[in-house]
């Protein structure tokens, strides 16, 4: 599975974050997502899908391979 976050139409709501902390993290300056890894492993997984479901914003997306 392979992470990818969009910056632009990020809105800062911090979802993501409380979601899968090790995942993603708020940008200190404007505070957009940074998506701290781009391969969530098997454990990571469900945390990041719930993340990517619960963004107000649409922006996080997931790859599968
Ligand atoms: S949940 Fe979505 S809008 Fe909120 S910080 Fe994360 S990526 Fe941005």
Known sequence: MEL???RERCIGAGMCVLTAA???DQDD???RVVAL???PTHDQES???EAAQMCPA???TLLTH
């Open 47 to 49: 945390d990041v899908r």
């Open 22 to 24: 090790g995942v993603f």
């Open 58 to 60: 649409g922006a996080i």
């Open 29 to 31: 300056a404007d505070g």
């Open 37 to 39: 890894i781009t391969a």
């Open 4 to 6: 990818r976050v969009d």
